[in-house]
């Protein structure tokens, strides 16, 4: 819409057109969305928030095709293969447990009646015992052999041949010299066999024990 040109202008100009026209906004409007915003916010409970539901695509529904509905004739097929012999209806499955319990019950009766007159025919036996075997004493082990023989004198032992030993070691010169023939194997005896071992190469026996190679080198030194 033009505007009138105002008085007192020449009127050969052609008039100048808005470009712009600036009106004041309308805050009612706004503030009366903002009440419907708040009361449609009011009733959805705390945590949850309107969710657009999908929509479907386009072409879907025609996709989807209804299944044909199944026969009368086809459900009454079962049946009748039932009834004609190729399964076990559940009058044949009753009669088949009952045919089954009757013959476990005949059997047991049968079984019941039999055993006791087996078990009068039979002779009692007694019931054997456990025989103990008789304790056999373990012998003792043999004593280990002397490694100096059989006849072998150390310190600590007493009797005939301990005498018999220092006389003969009282006619070595200088081994026993004053030696005691008490018949006593002690500390003074066991010193004047190892000088005679040291003094005469023997190595056959212990230091200071009158074992057999030092037997047979002192009975040779002093005769019979």
Do not use: C
Request: charged letters at 25%.
């Amino acid at each position: 819409m033009s505007t009138p040109p105002a008085p007192g202008r020449p009127q050969g100009r052609r008039p100048l057109e808005p470009t712009r026209v600036v009106r004041r906004r309308r805050t009612e409007a706004l503030a009366q969305l903002m009440r419907e915003h708040e009361e449609a916010m009011a009733g959805i409970p705390e945590g949850y928030e309107f969710v657009d539901l999908p929509r479907p695509a386009p072409g879907a529904e025609d996709a989807t095709q209804e299944l044909p509905p199944v026969s009368r004739r086809r459900r009454a097929e079962p049946t009748q293969r039932t009834r004609s012999g190729f399964g076990f209806g559940p009058n044949l499955r009753r009669a088949a447990i009952g045919v089954a319990v009757g013959a476990a019950a005949l059997v047991g009766f049968a079984a019941a009646l039999l055993v006791p007159d087996r078990a009068e025919g039979e002779e009692v036996r007694p019931a054997p015992q456990a025989v103990v075997p008789a304790t056999v004493p373990t012998p003792s082990p043999p004593a280990p052999a002397d490694p100096d023989g059989a006849g072998t004198l150390r310190e600590g032992d007493s009797g005939a041949e301990v005498a018999e030993l220092q006389q003969r070691l009282l006619r070595i010169p200088d081994v026993y010299t004053g030696g005691a023939t008490s018949g006593s194997y002690d500390t003074a005896l066991t010193e004047a066999v190892a000088r005679f071992q040291l003094w005469y190469g023997i190595r056959g026996d212990e230091s200071g024990v009158y074992g057999d190679d030092t037997r047979k080198d002192l009975e040779s030194r002093t005769g019979s």
